[in-house]
Every structure is written in C-alpha cells, then in structure tokens.
C-alpha cells in the first residue's frame, strides 16, 4: 500500500458487551468446528468411496474444499482477535485476507453455477449426460471456476493497494471487506468502485442467472414426473437447494452489486454472515450428508475403519 500514513487498520467486531461476545464467540466456534467437520467428511468419501466417482460428487468435492478454505479466512482470525483482545490488523494482512475471501467468493458463485448446469443435464438430459459431462470437460470446468475465482480478485485488490488511507482507521466490520475499506480511503476510489462494480455484476449476476435458469428447467422437469412419491423427494431436495442458493446470492447481490461506498455497514455485518459462516455451515448437509449414496458410504467407511481397529 503505497504512500499511506496508516499502518494499521482496527475491525470492530459483531458484539457490542461482554456477554454477548461470549455468546458470539462460542456459537461461531461450534459452527466452525461442524463447518470444518462436515466438508472434511465429504472430501473424505469422495475420495475413497469408488461409487462416488461421478461429476456430482466431483463438484461437491471442490465445494467441500472451497466452503473449508473460505471459512476460514474470515473466522479464526475474528476469534482471535476476541480471544486475545486485540483488534488491530497490517494493510498487508488486510488486503491479503480481503484478496483470498473475494477470490473464494468469485470461485464459489461460478462453482455453484457449474453444479446447477449438472444437475440440468442429469435431470433434464439424462441420456445424453455422461456424453456431455465426461472428466475431461470436469476438469476443465473446475479449472476455469478456480482460475477465474482468483484472477477477477486480482484486479479489485490491486487497485485498492494504489489507494492512499490518511485516517480514520476503524473498519466498520468483522473483516477486511471491500466496502468499509473504500470508505476509509482519502483518495479519490470511483475508478475502483466502477470496476469492482463491473466485476462483481459480471461475475455474481451471470452465475446467478445461469443456476436460477438451471434449477427453472429442473423444476419445470420435475413437476412433470408421473409419480407422486418420486415427485415429492426431488421437490424436497430441489427447493433445499434454491433456498441455500437463493440466500447467497441474493445477500452477495445486495452487498456487492451496488455502489460500494453507499452501503448501510450495520446491516451489512448482519448479511455478511448468511454467506461467510451460515452457507458454508448447510452446504455440506444441503447437497451432499443428506444424500443416501453419501450416507451409504460414511456407514462403509465407519465400519472398515471399525473392523480395522478391532483387530
């Protein structure tokens, strides 16, 4: 950061008295601890169970690590800073955390697209789906979701590094986000804002678009199912699945897709952690824990490990 009298920047934290930062602390503890938990078992069970070597399961592979990685660039470092009492962090840490959150972010919009776009070829096409989706185009698809991820952030952290803060040097949130930081710069960011602005509509609002189509043609394609009890297990798990999605993008949207510095910071804190603790906390229930191949193969995996021990 170039030319800055900052050298340190203060995150103000969710809790505003002791008791609730207790509350607060111990709840995201637990919630990290299952997040972390439940993506590590599916990582887990693709890996080893054969009979989940399918593109689904691929993609919810790199969910599973995407969720692991994104969590935890935002809450351990708030639990520290609660648990130590220190709140401060370097423009260097700063613009490194808000690099890889928004690089996870990216990568996740397009990587929820690409599972929605799945899932339509399987439900929709299912004839032609293994023709379609084979490892090759897998990869590929992976490949681009990671590298697009990372690259767009590149762009957004850069031009905020070549950005002068003079003070104050609170930022209004719980972690280094682009908004509050805007807020605090003393130079001019319209050029910055305009281009963070392109990158997240491109990025948020055309991933969007293409699960939301995805999922429309998917339930278009179960409703027209002759069976009432098949009809009912897909719309369940259908409509398990928009909801999750429906609140990350809608809260990422409304934060993101909108001139940065007009944001309202309170609530923002408030819809930051429906997609940086709460998403990542029921994606591994929502797509796959609840799924009976996925459960099958935790029972395979927990009774050879039994056996094993045993003996």
Known sequence: ?????????????????PDEQIIFVLTFILIYIITITGNLIIIVICSVEKTLCTPMYFF?????????????????????????GDNTISPIACLTQLYFFGSLGSTECILLAIMAYDRYLAICKPLHYHIHMTSRLCNCLVGCCWSSGFISAMFSVYFISRLQFCGPNQIQHFFCDISPLLKLSCTDVHNTETLIFFLASVILMGSCLITLLSYFRILSTILSISSRTKTGKASSTFASHLTVVSVYYSTMIFVY???TTANASRFNKVLSILYTVLTPFLNPFIYTLRNKDAQRAI?????????????
């Open 60 to 84: 919810l592979n790199h969910l599973a690590a995407l969720e692991i990685c994104y969590i935890s660039v935002t809450v351990p470092k708030m639990l520290f800073m609660s648990v130590l």
């Open 299 to 311: 029972v395979k995996i927990k009774n050879t490990v039994i056996i094993y021990l045993l003996r």
């Open 1 to 17: 950061m170039n030319n800055t009298e900052v050298t340190v920047f203060i995150l103000l934290q969710l809790w505003n008295s």
């Open 257 to 259: 897709v909108r001139p």
